[in-house]
């Protein structure tokens, strides 16, 4: 995820960091060159033209501009539903906390379950994201739960199961009010809810020939476009040309980027900041001193 002060506009112009100008700029430099060998090629060679009127690119253009609009909107929402499934697993993990701590009574039984709490949220960011099972998992889980987590096949699930069992024992121990592990159990079933959300988005995809129809028809329209200007414009078809591709190049790989918002790409989302938030928020309820906040890097991505 970018994180930066918004620049002035005219810095804006020419912001570098977080443009996805380098990602694109293959692309950008091939079409530059096409329009350059179009431009002077044009009527050179043999005494050939390829003649092409504007009208039909701007017909194609609305269209296209339109799908990719539908892409945008599709892969926004998957990120924007990730980012809420988290948000729901910080809610979920504090009120549990808050309820371990207030209503169960002190005691040593505590301070592991708020730890599972934490475990959870690295589990379910290490799943999504594909790590090893128990990164991060030291000194969070009893020694014993460690090697089921490493086979585990969902290990937040794993956690989760191991969290109910904890308050199942308690309650027939009769140190936990049935009414309370009532309440105790519909935030663990919100935390399953959200894995499973999250789950679902890593795990579905768009429709590949989706991606396939959009990335044909943007390259197809931005190497047939000098074919269709450099009749009206001239010398200045390479650079309008590049201009319009850039809207079109940039727009596919922001939402290529954001499709899939558990990843590692700049515009993903921040786990590990969101991993840490929950860590800090949930050990300060216990009275222990929350881990430094990760921070940006020199080009403005938070993980």
Same mark, same amino acid.
């Given at each position: 995820? *970018?994180?930066?002060?918004?620049?002035?506009? *005219?810095?804006?112009?020419?912001?570098?960091? &977080?443009?996805?100008?380098?990602?694109?700029?293959?692309?950008?430099?091939?079409?530059?060159?096409?329009?350059?060998?179009?431009?002077?090629?044009?009527?050179?060679?043999?005494?050939?033209?390829?003649?092409?009127?504007?009208?039909?690119?701007?017909?194609?253009?609305?269209?296209?501009?339109?799908?990719?609009?539908?892409?945008? @909107?599709?892969?926004?929402?998957?990120?924007? $539903?990730?980012?809420?499934?988290?948000?729901?697993?910080?809610? $979920?993990?504090?009120?549990?906390?808050?309820?371990?701590?207030?209503?169960?009574?002190?005691?040593?039984h505590v301070r592991p379950f708020v730890l599972g709490l934490i475990a959870f949220a690295v589990a379910m960011r290490n799943q999504l994201r594909g790590d090893a099972n128990d990164a991060g998992l030291d000194g969070l889980l009893p020694p014993e739960m460690l090697p089921r987590v490493r086979a585990a096949r969902s290990a937040p699930?794993? *956690?989760?199961?191991?969290?109910?069992?904890?308050?199942?024992?308690?309650? $027939?121990?009769?140190?936990?009010?049935?009414?309370?592990?009532?309440?105790? $159990?519909?935030?663990?079933?919100?935390?399953?809810?959200?894995?499973?959300?999250?789950?679902?988005?890593? @795990?579905?995809?768009?429709?590949?020939?989706?991606?396939?129809?959009?990335?044909?028809?943007?390259?197809?329209?931005?190497?047939?476009?000098?074919? &269709?200007?450099?009749?009206?414009?001239?010398?200045?078809?390479?650079?309008?040309?590049?201009?319009?591709?850039?809207?079109?190049?940039?727009?596919e790989a922001l939402s290529d980027e954001i499709e899939e918002p558990f990843g590692r790409m700049p515009n993903d989302l921040a786990l590990d900041a969101i991993v840490a938030g929950i860590?800090?928020?949930?050990?300060?309820? *216990?009275?222990?001193?929350?881990?430094?906040?990760?921070?940006?890097?020199?080009?403005?991505?938070?993980?």
């Amino acid at each position: 995820m *970018i994180v930066r002060p918004r620049p002035h506009w *005219i810095h804006l112009l020419f912001v570098r960091r &977080g443009s996805l100008v380098r990602r694109i700029l293959p692309q950008q430099l091939f079409v530059f060159l096409l329009s350059c060998a179009v431009v002077w090629a044009h009527g050179q060679l043999f005494h050939w033209k390829v003649t092409l009127t504007s009208s039909p690119f701007s017909l194609l253009g609305v269209a296209l501009a339109i799908f990719l609009g539908f892409r945008i @909107n599709a892969s926004y929402d998957r990120y924007w $539903e990730a980012r809420k499934l988290w948000g729901t697993v910080l809610v $979920e993990a504090r009120n549990l906390a808050r309820q371990a701590l207030t209503l169960t009574g002190t005691g040593t039984h505590v301070r592991p379950f708020v730890l599972g709490l934490i475990a959870f949220a690295v589990a379910m960011r290490n799943q999504l994201r594909g790590d090893a099972n128990d990164a991060g998992l030291d000194g969070l889980l009893p020694p014993e739960m460690l090697p089921r987590v490493r086979a585990a096949r969902s290990a937040p699930a794993l *956690i989760l199961l191991w969290l109910g069992e904890r308050l199942h024992r308690r309650r $027939e121990c009769g140190r936990l009010d049935p009414m309370l592990a009532q309440h105790m $159990e519909r935030s663990l079933d919100g935390l399953s809810a959200a894995l499973g959300g999250c789950e679902r988005i890593a @795990n579905t995809p768009l429709p590949f020939t989706y991606s396939v129809i959009l990335h044909r028809s943007s390259y197809l329209y931005c190497m047939l476009l000098p074919f &269709g200007l450099v009749d009206s414009i001239g010398a200045m078809t390479p650079l309008i040309v590049t201009f319009v591709s850039y809207t079109f190049f940039a727009l596919e790989a922001l939402s290529d980027e954001i499709e899939e918002p558990f990843g590692r790409m700049p515009n993903d989302l921040a786990l590990d900041a969101i991993v840490a938030g929950i860590d800090a928020s949930l050990r300060e309820m *216990i009275g222990e001193a929350p881990p430094p906040a990760p921070q940006p890097n020199a080009d403005f991505v938070l993980n």
